[in-house]
């Protein structure tokens, strides 16, 4: 059974965890807002999508560049 001390705690943390919370929500509008206007329509969506997109491009070209690699490396 839960003693008031526990009780006290908790809501502190509960209390201390919305504080968290508020904050980095208002730092996400924030960081939004600062994309949107550097360019990115939809903000932190567009980037995610944009660094998603730049990482999928470097996966397949490093892929091709292996190929490549290994293709000389057979022609030896």
Request: proline share 1%.
């Amino acid at each position: 059974m839960e003693t008031t001390d526990d009780n006290m705690q908790l809501r502190a943390r509960v209390a201390a965890l919305e504080s968290k919370l508020d904050h980095l929500e208002m730092e996400l509008i924030y960081l939004n807002q600062i994309l949107i206007d550097c360019g990115f329509p939809h903000g932190v969506q567009t980037l995610k999508e944009t660094v998603e997109e730049v990482i999928s491009e470097n996966s397949q070209e490093g892929y091709e560049r292996a190929r490549r690699l290994e293709d000389q490396d057979l022609s030896w």
